[in-house]
């Protein structure tokens, strides 16, 4: 038997294979409900997107200037201690970034993207209208903050990187410096904006009003990090030097250690605060450290080895913390959305 094409056949042939190469030229692209809400929320996406290119390009530079200062100064051994004062330049925009990290960035995750996330389409009824068109409530929850986490996960990832590789040098430059700034840093900064991003997403949800939602969330947003801030130097496990030979000299601690707490040391092994002999002379001092029969420090510290299990204790809390919202949005979102 013979088959024969004809012309208009093999012409409409010819043009979808066209348009199929074409489309695997450009790459895999959004489309159905994904591409719906990329559309809706590409502004906010974009911007978050485009604003931290820019703040990782500045990291770069910023980081870049600080290594040639040391480098003119002869770090890590400089010649004079006069580099400390022009140190300062530096350690004032790492801490300001460290706080940029710690506070903005998660209370503008969970203000601006998440409290309006489902919040606006409740009081718009742009969800309704989706769900009207055979999508499920399920579905249209889970695809819009299925993307949003990804998008902040991604942003903020890329932060914390490229901050964590700036403050890295400082580490034996200014170790307060390196132990206050770098409770920001490592998981942290991508825990804390992805739990007051779902803690908006959930708080939107239930009071149904974008803008009672965003002022809400904005509180939450700043409590979060400021109970992080408060209680994170508690998950390190501590050490303890201690001395006998009097209080002249404190014990010696390894490198960039965090000193946590001073304590005078007895001849018993009683620990006294600072605050039990002050006096205006050094004779007044000795008279009362030699009546409680003190003999000389005990310290407690951090050792830098601490930070990283630290940082990835507390961000694992986090992490379940935020999963728990987010499938307490999904279930609620389901059954009670509309």
């Not at 409900?33 to 820019?54: D, E, P, S, Y």
């Not at 947003?221 to 400021?226: G, H, N």
């Not at 204790?313 to 935020?322: E, I, K, R």
Request: glycine residues 8%.
């Amino acid at each position: 038997m013979t088959t024969t094409t004809t012309p208009h056949t093999g012409g409409q042939a010819s043009a979808a294979s066209t348009a199929h190469t074409a489309r695997r030229a450009r790459g895999p692209r959004l489309s159905g409900l994904t591409w719906l809400v990329w559309r809706q929320h590409r502004a906010a996406f974009w911007t978050a997107i485009a604003a931290t290119g820019a703040t990782v390009a500045w990291f770069a530079y910023q980081r870049t200037n600080m290594l040639a200062f040391l480098d003119r100064v002869g770090w890590p051994h400089p010649a004079s201690s006069d580099w400390e004062s022009g140190f300062q330049i530096y350690n004032s925009r790492l801490s300001d970034t460290a706080s940029a990290l710690g506070l903005l960035l998660p209370v503008l995750a969970g203000v601006l993207l998440g409290a309006p996330l489902i919040a606006a389409d409740l009081e718009q009824g742009t969800g309704r209208l989706v769900n009207s068109q055979a999508v499920s409530r399920g579905r249209w929850i889970a695809t819009k903050l299925g993307m949003a986490v990804l998008v902040v996960a991604v942003c903020s990832t890329a932060l914390s990187a490229a901050f964590g590789w700036w403050l890295g040098p400082a580490r034996e430059a200014d170790k307060i410096l390196y132990w206050v700034a770098g409770g920001v840093t490592g998981p942290v900064p991508v825990a804390l904006t992805l739990l007051t991003l779902v803690g908006g997403v959930a708080i939107g949800m239930i009071l149904r009003r974008t803008l009672l939602s965003m002022v809400v969330a904005f509180g939450f947003s700043v409590t979060v990090p400021a109970i992080w801030a408060l209680n994170w130097l508690k998950f390190g496990d501590t050490r303890t030097a201690t001395t006998s030979d009097g209080v002249r000299d404190l014990p010696r601690l390894p490198d960039a250690a965090y000193d946590l707490d001073r304590y005078y040391l007895t001849a018993s092994g009683r620990l006294l605060d600072q605050s039990a002999c002050t006096g205006r002379t050094r004779k007044t001092i000795d008279a009362c450290l030699d009546s409680k029969d003190v003999v000389g420090w005990s310290v407690k510290y951090l050792p830098t080895s601490e930070l990283t299990p630290m940082l990835w204790t507390g961000a694992a809390v986090m992490f379940a913390l935020a999963a728990a919202i987010a499938v307490f949005v999904c279930c609620w979102g389901r059954r009670r959305l509309y």
